[in-house]
């Protein structure tokens, strides 16, 4: 069920729940319903949270997003290199690095929001608010 208390901070952040609450989920849809992995909750359905603190504020998610996507192209550069080595040639590099980054988007563009809303915000956990109904 969606609203069910998540253990600990790192377990709710990885199943993209509330941190206030980490209870309630942040985003509408699955992440696999690729026309809608976007759209979030303005509030979250079990506590009320709103989630967007300021206007604006997901833009420092961009951050978040920015240094998950360089340590996804890393990991994939090195495994190229691993397997093929340097014979791998530029396009037998950047074929499989961005194909990875492709898709990985929708993952990359929520767990940049969810981890930026649970690491970097002053909003903290509420066990007042935890599984209350």
Do not use: D
Not at 4 to 28: D, H, I, R, T, W
Not at 104 to 126: C, K, Q
């Amino acid at each position: 069920m969606c609203n069910q208390l998540e253990p600990n901070k790192l377990l709710a952040a990885a199943k993209g729940k509330c941190p206030q609450c980490q209870s309630g989920k942040m985003f509408k849809y699955s992440v696999i319903k690729l026309n809608k992995f976007t759209e979030m909750f303005v509030t979250c359905p079990f506590c009320g949270l709103r989630f967007e603190l300021e206007p604006g504020y997901f833009w420092g998610a961009m951050y978040v997003s920015y240094a998950i996507t360089t340590g996804i192209m890393l990991v994939v550069g090195a495994l190229v290199y691993i397997l093929f080595g340097a014979k791998a040639g530029f396009w037998g590099f950047i074929i499989p690095i961005f194909t990875v980054m492709f898709l990985s988007m929708p993952f990359t563009y929520r767990y940049a929001r969810v981890f930026y809303l649970h690491f970097f915000s002053p909003i903290r956990f509420n066990k007042e608010l935890a599984n209350k109904k």
